[in-house]
């Protein structure tokens, strides 16, 4: 259930009762206990929790320097604060806070979990949440039979169905969580239909290159910065990044160029992924099992599925970034492990949407990752001890379940797009936003030249697709 909070302190007078020194008691206490940070943007009055750590770690002055958030602590942090006698049972009592006319202070507004469009959408009957889906479905539809060329319509309807979306999906499957599994099933079994006939149409709009920045900042403008946001942008920059892969395949100059940077520039780095394969054998065709395979209509809407869910397993009442290495691990891990379970046992989702749930963080097994896979691999190795992984990539189902590769393309490509994403993101609490350049030279920097994490060829592809959206977009 979506829990609501209300904040009640802030929080410098807490960490300076005398609005000089800071307590570093409070602050010791604080960070032991694990307490949440209640933080409100000054101007478009957002709300979300964080723990203090993440915060505290990223700038230990935050509550001070802040321009745009406000921080507080909720009266249920005060009172275990005041059980473990670190503030005084008056301090409570500020001088900012209004009394009401009975006397008694005046709470502002509550917090919204993922927002009142949310709870909307949660509290619809399942009948209402299919009969959505299709309308959205039906508006797609409409798009395409008119062969609207008007990209600020397909952008405009894009924008407001995919969140919508994304919600109905999420509070669907947190509506069975508590239902037997094949109860569960029963009762989502049409909402996922209707869920994948919905995604055929946005595929189908994907691959005729509508997608540009123009798509992807109004999409930004419109996030407030909750996890469905993200799940939405994830979605729609994952599709369409598909479809510029699908385009990329069909050009055979472009793969003989993708060859030649492989051996120009990545040969070690995959080498260092396969140990057990001579330099010399480090080719496209064992980076991609088969090479680099064009993806089929069917299999495309199926991995876009696992992206419009790939967050599935986040709650409302917990604020999410993933990739920050302050920010609590186990919070993080939990969401995979969560939306993978869920995933699969109370839903009938495509098996191949549920791997992306589960493998999407594996960064191709790297220490700083997690996922299922992992696991996954250690069993299946231990059962078959003579098996290893030959390839770094794949794009079947049972060989990466048999662990013939190291990862699964859809899950590969969902990592570029998800930290892209989340360092852009202009709702980050606690760092600044990354413009897409600064984004991209990070991205390199961190996670292909500092470490094995996501793939690089896919990443040089990746920066081509954004610059050809910033082309196309000026152009
Ligand atoms: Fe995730
Ligand atoms: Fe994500």
């Known amino acids: 259930m979506s829990k609501e909070y209300s904040y009640d302190t802030p929080l410098s007078e807490i960490l300076m009762p005398d609005g000089e020194n800071i307590n570093k008691t409070n602050i010791e206490i604080i960070l032991k206990e694990e307490i949440p940070v209640f933080c409100r943007h000054k101007i478009a009055q957002r709300y979300r929790l964080m723990p203090f750590k993440t915060l505290y770690e990223a700038n230990n002055n935050f509550w001070r320097k802040d321009k745009n958030w406000e921080f507080f602590l909720t009266k249920e942090t005060l009172d275990k604060l005041r059980e473990k006698n670190i503030i005084e049972p008056a301090a409570s009592e500020t001088k900012d806070t209004k009394k009401t006319e009975s006397g008694s202070p005046q709470k502002p507004a509550v917090v919204q979990g993922f927002g009142d469009d949310y709870k909307a959408l949660a509290a619809m009957s399942n009948a209402d949440k299919v009969k959505y889906l299709s309308d959205i479905k039906n508006k797609m539809d409409d798009l395409i039979s008119k062969k609207t060329k008007d990209k600020s319509t397909v ?238 990539i794949t794009f079947d189902l049972d060989s990466i379940l048999e662990c013939h590769a190291l990862a699964y393309f859809p899950a590969k490509i969902l990592e570029i797009v998800d930290i892209y994403d989340s360092v852009t993101d202009p709702n980050r609490v606690y760092r600044k936003a990354l413009d897409s350049a600064e984004a991209l030279t990070m991205m390199r920097e961190e996670f292909i030249t500092k470490s094995l994490k996501i793939d690089p060829l896919l990443f040089e592809l990746f920066i081509s697709y954004i610059r050809r959206n910033k082309t196309k977009q000026t152009g």
């Open 155 to 392: 952008t405009k309807v894009m924008v407001n169905t995919t969140r919508d979306a994304v919600m109905i999906n999420h509070s669907a499957l947190k509506n069975v969580f508590d239902l037997g599994d094949a109860e569960a099933k029963k009762t989502t079994q049409t909402l996922v239909y209707t869920t994948h006939e919905m995604v055929k149409s946005y595929a189908q709009l994907a691959s005729k290159d509508i997608f540009d920045d123009e798509l992807m900042n109004r999409l930004v403008e419109k996030s407030n910065g909750t996890v469905v946001q993200h799940m939405a942008r994830v979605y729609l920059n994952g599709i369409s990044f598909l479809a510029y892969y699908n385009n990329f395949v069909t050009n055979r100059a472009a793969v003989i160029n993708m060859r030649k940077t492989l051996n120009a520039k990545y040969r070690q780095y995959y080498q260092n992924l396969l140990p057990y394969i001579s330099i010399d054998d480090i080719v496209l065709e064992r980076v991609f099992q088969k090479g680099m395979l064009s993806i089929h209509p069917d299999l495309f809407v199926k991995w876009a599925v696992g992206f419009l869910i790939h967050d599935i397993g986040k709650v409302d009442t917990v604020e999410y970034h993933e990739g920050e290495a302050s920010y609590d691990r186990s919070i993080v891990v939990e969401h995979v492990k969560l939306g993978y379970n869920s995933v699969v046992n109370k839903t009938n989702y495509p098996k191949e949407a549920s791997l992306i749930t589960g493998y999407h963080h594996e960064y191709y097994g790297n220490p700083e990752g997690y996922g299922y896979f992992r696991d996954h691999l250690e069993h299946f190795q231990k059962a078959n001890p003579q098996v290893r992984p030959e390839y770094c």
